[in-house]
């Protein structure tokens, strides 16, 4: 017990859903009770009925995990996502509880909170690190944004009555154009997330590719395409239709000018998730999209 009191952990929860705040309750407990401390930010501590022990921070700041463990987020894709965003910045390694619907980026459900919680007091989870993309946008020559993403970069058009004018590139050289309502710029983490909705393909997290998918284009070749990671994939949007807009996972968004170039290319600094399980990929995807495996008899032994 007192080797773990040098321990912290920060906890992240969407405080708007009910099963959220019960569950920061049972975390945090537990976590007090092996010895390990817990910080939470002040604005979420006021909808969650948190002991005195719990560290409070005021600031969302990538430095309020200085000297933490890891990084417990609670709640659904967008508060995962949420999470990335201050792992990545602090290089904190991020562990999600589903409390959503589909939840890939997450390690656990809500029915696993005890073993959640004797995971982390045991050390007994490894941690791997995921792919991300950095976002580059020019204009009339001139860079006038930068972004990153974990999931994907989606250049959308602004409104619903015109079609977004594109030309695709891949290592300097034009692939095709078309008309469309957007592309999907992914990593394999993002290839379950937009990339899917948008027909492309599912990507094992190991693989280490860059995913090019058009969102209804009219156009004979629109296929998604897969690229090298060391690929950098461009976005021109003709100068004549009107701005589109640059969304990175969904979370961050610009307007892009008229012209506007977007480049992607794989992300100087990746997000580290932690790992309790060592079921494969093709078990989560299974069990996620409850796809149907029923009178599967295996390899012969």
Not at 77 to 98: C, H, K, Q
Not at 172 to 184: E, L, Q, S
Not at 265 to 292: C, E, I, M, N, Y
Request: contains cysteine; charged residues 25%.
């Amino acid at each position: 017990m007192t080797s773990n009191r040098a321990r912290t952990v920060f906890l992240l929860a969407h405080t708007g859903r009910p099963a959220a705040i019960r569950s920061a309750e049972l975390v945090v407990k537990g976590l007090l009770r092996s010895g390990i401390g817990v910080r939470v930010l002040e604005d979420e501590a006021r909808d969650l009925p948190l002991p005195d022990e719990v560290v409070l921070v005021k600031e969302a700041t990538p430095q309020c995990l200085d000297g933490c463990e890891l990084l417990i987020v609670l709640g659904g894709d967008g508060t995962l996502l949420r999470g990335a965003e201050f792992a990545r910045a602090s290089g904190v390694p991020m562990l999600g509880v589903n409390l959503g619907r589909v939840g890939f980026l997450a390690e656990a459900e809500r029915d696993d909170l005890d073993k959640v919680v004797d995971r982390v007091v045991t050390r007994a989870y490894e941690v791997e690190e995921r792919m991300t993309v950095d976002v580059v946008v020019h204009s009339n020559g001139d860079i006038v944004h930068t972004d990153w993403a974990l999931n994907e970069a989606a250049v959308q058009k602004a409104g619903a009555e015109k079609l977004l004018e594109v030309v695709l590139e891949i290592d300097g050289r034009p692939v095709t154009g078309f008309g469309c309502d957007g592309i999907v710029l992914s990593t394999p983490t993002g290839s379950t997330a937009y990339a899917f909705s948008a027909g492309g393909p599912v990507v094992w997290p190991e693989v280490e590719a860059l995913l090019m998918v058009p969102i209804s284009a009219h156009a004979l070749f629109a296929k998604p395409l897969v690229t090298s990671p060391d690929s950098v994939l461009a976005v021109e949007v003709l100068p004549h239709i009107p701005p589109g807009v640059l969304w990175c996972d969904g979370r961050r968004t610009v307007e892009l000018p008229p012209g506007a170039r977007v480049e992607v290319r794989r992300g100087a600094v990746p997000v580290r998730l932690a790992r309790l399980h060592h079921a494969s990929f093709t078990d989560r995807l299974v069990a996620k999209f409850a796809l149907p495996v029923s009178g599967w008899r295996g390899a012969p032994h």
